[in-house]
């Protein structure tokens, strides 16, 4: 027996009316079609009575499934109720729905037919009341019929005088003429739905032949610019994601943006870009949803909930990348704590799975949520973690002051990520640490000892580089608490040598975040040289623009060996000068 609930706006009911209603749940329908004139006219009538746009949801066996007072777009099912499909086939839905008044079926009808991928749509104009046909005899409550389906991408073809087509975020339909109920009623059903999907099928498998890996993660990234931001800085932010994306192994499909004075506190994005991004997904065959700002968990629950698939921000695949990256204890410590601070406020909401739990003695009454088990679980590890952390903090600082015994000048080596500290360290002291072409390659601070001349006497003398994580505009605070033990090789250095890619298009902007970062440590770095690297990939004049705007700076090329004499030269003159300061 189906679960005879009745959804959308039930304000105004009677009683009995409501009754009818729950009735359509137990009709049973030809599999080979799409409805019978007896279903179509009991629910316009009902519909007539009720004075409101009906439909019913109906599954390939003829049962239905879902009743609801409203238009297709007001009563559409959720994506998370929807029946598992990919993009090579429907739903195995189909909407019988109703309309009040003589006229085309609205855009937001169709638009909702194409998020939910259903079978078909098929609308039915009443007549406000039973009439008589000249000959005589009743001709029920319908008037005209409308039936539309999904179209695949290839068989958009120039419509019929009786036929319109549509192409709307890259998915088309078509709309019949208007059709007598009995046309509507002989329509071979299951012959269309299974021609869709075979080609629906055939076009999917040509497009994914090439595919890298079945299980890679297929991105849609949307965007929003704010009145906040720049054109310049929200492209840059929307490249940057892209490129997070696909260091954490995934497969960016598309990208979308809205322009809003805020975010919508919801769902970030306005309603209309909401069902535009559904449709994307449903078109690419998108399986993740990727936003370039940091989300709230309302907001992560909202878009799920509507799109149907997983939505992460930004946060979330940096979290993922240095999940993938860590390889020693410590920096894995680090980045389970930096995970589970970031869980703990999301938990809330996750459904079924957080059901209650039995009591037991001491604990009887309605006991205590599995959510609470969980939240209470992570915070007695993150306690853990953090103790562990601190333990590291100390571990870090008696190494330091071992060195400082030792009177050997530190020199931490800092930078956006991607940057090419890595490949300079590696160059200067051939310490084999792992470099790419990738944003944060590696996360544990390495420290080498490198032979520079002093700066006054001449005699060579040895300083400590240390190589740190990268950082990253608008560095996630769970990364920044969490690897405070690695960043204090910053704090705690004599100078800094900062390394600037001076091959990216947003170089300019990388100094300001890297200095935004450091100006916001608890303690005030020593003295700083800029290094610009990637020289021999950068154009002339982006060269004489950064010489000119930055004259003591050094440029080099870690890769090409280019400049590193000159480096070696002014690193002296800065431990000089730290030297001096304290």
Request: charged share 25%; proline share 5%.
């Amino acid at each position: 027996m189906p679960i005879e609930t009745i959804y959308g706006n039930l304000k105004g009911l009677k009683a009995s009316q409501l009754k009818q209603l729950k009735r359509l749940y137990h009709q049973r329908l030809p599999g080979d079609r799409l409805t019978t004139p007896e279903f179509a006219q009991r629910l316009a009538a009902i519909s007539t009575e009720i004075k409101q746009p009906l439909c019913a949801y109906i599954n390939r066996r003829g049962q239905v499934i879902r009743v609801g007072v409203g238009n297709p777009s007001q009563t559409k099912i959720p994506p998370m109720e929807l029946p598992r499909y990919g993009a090579e086939r429907l739903c195995g839905i189909r909407c019988l729905a109703t309309q009040l008044k003589s006229e085309t079926p609205k855009q937001s009808c169709l638009t909702a037919m194409a998020i939910q991928r259903l079978d078909a749509l098929a609308i039915f104009t009443t007549t406000g009341a039973g009439f008589e046909r000249r000959g005589g005899g009743a001709t029920g409550y319908i008037k005209e019929t409308y039936l539309a389906h999904l179209l695949p991408p290839n068989e958009q073809e120039t419509p019929t005088p009786d036929q319109t087509q549509s192409v709307n975020f890259g998915l088309s339909w078509t709309l019949s003429p208007p059709l007598s109920l009995d046309v509507l009623s002989k329509q071979d059903f299951l012959d269309l739905v299974e021609g869709l999907e075979e080609e629906f099928r055939r076009q999917f498998i040509v497009q994914h032949l090439d595919a890298r890996d079945i299980e890679q993660d297929r991105v849609l990234i949307v965007g929003l610019m704010t009145d906040k931001i720049t054109l310049e800085r929200f492209e840059d932010g929307l490249a940057e994601i892209a490129s997070l994306v696909d260091t954490a192994g995934g497969e960016v499909l598309q990208t979308m943006w809205q322009n809003r004075s805020r975010p919508h506190p919801q769902t970030v994005v306005g309603a209309g870009k909401v069902d535009e991004i559904a449709l994307t997904i449903q078109t690419i065959g998108a399986n993740l949803v990727v936003f370039d700002r940091d989300l709230s968990p309302a907001q992560v629950r909202n878009l799920e909930s509507q799109l149907g698939v997983s939505v992460v921000d930004r946060t979330e695949v940096i979290l993922d990348i240095f999940a993938q990256r860590a390889q020693s204890r410590a920096g894995k410590l680090q980045v389970e704590l930096a995970q589970l601070e970031y869980m703990l406020p999301r938990l809330t909401g996750r459904g079924k799975a957080m059901s209650r739990l039995g009591g037991g003695i001491g604990t009887r009454g309605p006991g205590e949520t599995k959510l609470e088990t969980e939240r209470r679980a992570i915070q007695r590890r993150i306690a853990r973690l953090q103790q562990e952390v601190n333990q590291l903090q100390a571990h870090r600082s008696r190494l330091r002051q071992k060195r400082q015994k030792h009177e050997i000048p530190n020199i931490a080596v800092v930078g956006y990520t991607n940057a090419g500290k890595s490949t300079l360290l590696n160059t200067l002291t051939n310490a084999e640490v792992y470099t790419a072409d990738q944003l944060f390659a590696t996360l544990d601070p390495t420290t080498r000892r490198v032979q520079i001349a002093d700066a006054v006497e001449g005699k060579p003398q040895s300083i400590l580089l240390t190589d740190t994580v990268g950082f990253i505009h608008e560095l996630p605070p769970p990364l920044v608490d969490s690897f405070r033990a690695t960043l204090e090789e910053v704090t705690e250095a004599d100078a800094l040598l900062h390394v600037v890619d001076l091959s990216h298009p947003a170089w300019q902007s990388h100094i300001r975040s890297v200095m935004s970062i450091l100006s916001d440590m608890p303690l005030t770095p020593g003295p700083i040289l800029l290094a610009f690297n990637k020289i021999d990939e950068a154009d002339s004049n982006t060269l004489a623009l950064a010489q000119e705007e930055f004259p003591q700076a050094v440029f080099i090329s870690a890769s090409k060996g280019l400049g590193l004499e000159n480096l070696r030269q002014k690193l002296a003159q800065l431990v000089h000068y730290a030297l001096i300061k304290t």
